[in-house]
């Protein structure tokens, strides 16, 4: 089946050749909250291709979740700069930001967010209700079919399994077209049956849609389905893995406990 009308990333490559969807330069974050500043992020740099599926991975600790709210502005940085597309998001206002949160940037969550008054159709659309947006009539069913939705559109969240409402929630993220997905953690809640099958979900996203996925997980089996693997570790970008496998990625994961 060929989709309609696939998003393409503009053109914004530092790299000639290639488009990167995500770009941390320098980034650094603190935490200020304690008797101390600690650096969250520590001089962080990553590129992240348009189209590909990565992994974010790290210790308990390390920075996953804050990279991931600074790379996805839910969080701004102290230095350095974060830049989606051609986007720098430094230099938005907060409405700005906003704005290009809702448009442009898709959420997954391990406890998947939906609304619970809402059945599974009025889930998927509620991005482009908010937003205003509309969207061609073969987009919707398109992307109910992908996620395997397709005789639950009446349904509510509370009938369906977790698996199911997480294929809700993915298809929300995916229904505006935006730039990147963010997903955290998105198999946490799952058992791993449904956990692989939410995976293949969101590697076929990336391939098949061509759609940006980063996801920030712990679980090296999880990350085997990613295209590349970024390692964090005390705040700082320490390694990276191309087509990861589990058991690279749990030896390397191991030796980063082993020095936290
Ligand atoms: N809301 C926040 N504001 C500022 N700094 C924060 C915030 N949350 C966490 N941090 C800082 O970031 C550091 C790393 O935490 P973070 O949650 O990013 O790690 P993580 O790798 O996602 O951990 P885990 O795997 O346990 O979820 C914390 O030690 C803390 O100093």
């Known amino acids: 089946m060929t989709h309609p009308t696939p998003r393409t990333q503009p053109s914004q490559s530092a790299v000639p050749g290639v488009e990167h969807a995500v770009q941390l330069?320098?980034?650094?974050?603190?935490?200020?909250?304690?008797?101390?500043?600690?650096?969250?992020?520590?001089?962080?740099?990553?590129?992240?291709?348009?189209?590909?599926?990565?992994a974010v991975m790290g210790p308990?600790?390390?920075?996953?979740?804050?990279?991931?709210?600074?790379a996805a502005g839910l969080d701004r940085v102290n230095s350095g700069e974060v830049r989606l597309g051609s986007t720098y998001l430094s230099r938005l206002g907060e409405a700005s930001l906003t704005r290009l949160r809702r448009q442009r940037i898709g959420f997954v969550f391990q406890a998947f967010n939906l609304?619970?008054?809402?059945?599974?159709?009025?889930?998927?659309?509620?991005?482009?209700?908010?937003?205003?947006?509309?969207?061609?009539?073969?987009?919707?069913?398109?992307?109910?079919?992908?996620?395997?939705?397709?005789?639950h559109l009446k349904h509510m969240p509370s009938e369906l399994s977790g698996g199911q409402q997480q294929r809700v929630?993915?298809?929300?993220?995916?229904?505006?077209?935006?730039?990147?997905?963010?997903?955290?953690?998105?198999?946490?809640?799952?058992?791993?049956?449904?956990?692989?099958s939410?995976?293949?979900?969101?590697?076929?996203?990336?391939?098949?849609?061509?759609?940006?996925?980063?996801?920030?997980?712990?679980?090296p089996h999880a990350a085997s389905y990613t295209e590349s693997a970024l390692f964090l570790a005390r705040g700082r970008l320490v390694s990276s893995l191309a087509s990861p496998t589990a058991d690279r990625v749990g030896s390397l994961m191991a030796g980063l406990r082993r020095d936290a």
């Open 25 to 54: 330069r320098d980034v650094t974050k603190r935490d200020g909250r304690g008797p101390r500043p600690v650096l969250a992020l520590d001089h962080v740099s990553a590129d992240i291709p348009g189209g590909s599926f990565t």
């Open 60 to 70: 308990s600790d390390s920075g996953k979740s804050t990279f991931l709210h600074c």
């Open 115 to 151: 609304v619970p008054s809402l059945d599974v159709e009025q889930n998927i659309t509620l991005p482009l209700r908010l937003g205003g947006r509309k969207t061609s009539r073969a987009w919707l069913p398109y992307v109910v079919e992908r996620v395997g939705l397709g005789d």
């Open 169 to 196: 929630a993915i298809a929300r993220a995916i229904i505006m077209r935006p730039g990147v997905i963010f997903a955290d953690e998105p198999t946490g809640a799952l058992d791993p049956e449904t956990a692989r």
């Open 198 to 219: 939410i995976l293949t979900l969101l590697r076929h996203t990336a391939t098949e849609l061509h759609q940006t996925v980063v996801m920030v997980t712990h679980d």
